[in-house]
């Protein structure tokens, strides 16, 4: 059964950091490029951060490029986000998402972790 389970999420202040993890299980975790996206109220789901499937090449979008950093321990099954200089509009439902293209696509998400900072 696969699983990806997110922790981590919770209450900051402007400024302050979080670090969420993601838990994988019930796949090959090293043959998936690993994601976290977030969606805020009324607003569609974005990518946040995007790792390879070895950890050598990192993604991020423009609006935390230099605050957050995504990292994952492919022996542990985990991908992580530390999010530092948080800021409200960072408050948002953050999602682990895993995806492999072959010939077949390969895409599983988590439940979501909420992350809310207050100013």
């Given amino acids: 059964q696969v699983q990806l389970v997110e922790s981590g999420g919770g209450l900051a202040q402007a400024g302050g950091s979080l670090r969420l993890s993601c838990a994988a299980s019930g796949f090959t975790f090293s043959w998936y490029v690993m994601s976290w996206y977030r969606q805020a109220p009324g607003k569609e789901r974005e990518l946040v951060a ?3 499937d070895t950890g050598g090449s990192t993604n991020y ?3 935390v490029k230099g605050r957050f950093t995504i990292s994952r321990d492919n022996a542990k099954n985990t991908v992580y986000l530390q ?5 409200p509009e960072d408050t948002a439902m ?3 998402n ?3 293209a072959t010939m ?3 895409e599983y998400w988590g439940q979501g ?4 900072v207050s100013s």
């Fill in 98 to 100: 895993g995806r492999r």
């Fill in 50 to 52: 995007r790792i390879s």
């Fill in 113 to 116: 972790t909420q992350v809310t």
């Fill in 94 to 96: 953050y999602y682990c």
């Fill in 104 to 106: 077949m696509v390969y």
């Fill in 61 to 63: 979008a423009d609006s």
């Fill in 83 to 87: 999010m530092n200089s948080l800021k």
